[in-house]
């Protein structure tokens, strides 16, 4: 009887620190957690997510698209925002973090999956690769400039600004 009590007594006492030293979160709680507090002294950059080419090309969008839950109808899914620019951040890592903070729909492709040398992004808002035509899909510039660079390997500076960009025909996009 001693020996039942004991057990009982140790599961609960090995409950409790389990609870007491977890920090449990709601989903809101998660996503509050990597807000950026900017400081004055704080590094910082810029991104935007947009989809405008669609509106002109919305005869190829894929019908189940063709709605401003996906094509919002100024094009914008996430306008201009500032965040804090961490060390050693990517586009890819900021693009990451705004799309969490916003709850916005992303897909991607690891770097070691592709021949680019990169992360691949394949959808944003539920809009993919050739969602608006055989030559449509998700670019980034940098300071109105296309990169040399992939995504994840492109580290940003303080003041970038990040344009995700989706276009209907990527070899006429620049």
Not at 44 to 72: A, G, M, Q, W
């Amino acid at each position: 009887m001693k020996k039942d009590i004991l057990i009982v007594f140790a599961v609960i006492l090995a409950l409790a620190v389990f609870i007491g030293g977890s920090n449990f979160q709601s989903v809101d709680e998660y996503y509050l957690v990597h807000i950026d507090d900017i400081e004055d002294d704080s590094e910082t950059v810029f991104i935007e997510i947009r989809c405008d080419d669609i509106l002109n090309h919305l005869d190829d969008l894929d019908k189940s698209l063709n709605s401003p839950e996906y094509v919002p109808s100024d094009g914008v899914i996430l306008p201009l925002t500032e965040y804090v620019l961490r060390p050693g951040d990517t586009a890819f890592d900021l693009l990451s973090r705004c799309i969490r903070r916003n709850r916005i729909q992303m897909e991607y492709q690891g770097l070691d999956k592709n021949a680019f040398g990169s992360v691949y992004i394949q959808s944003i808002n539920y809009i993919y690769e050739f969602s608006c035509g055989p030559q449509s899909g998700w670019i980034f510039t940098v300071n109105g400039e296309v990169p040399d660079k992939g995504c994840s390997a492109f580290e940003l500076a303080d003041g970038d600004r990040v344009s995700w960009i989706y276009s209907c025909s990527l070899d006429e996009a620049f």
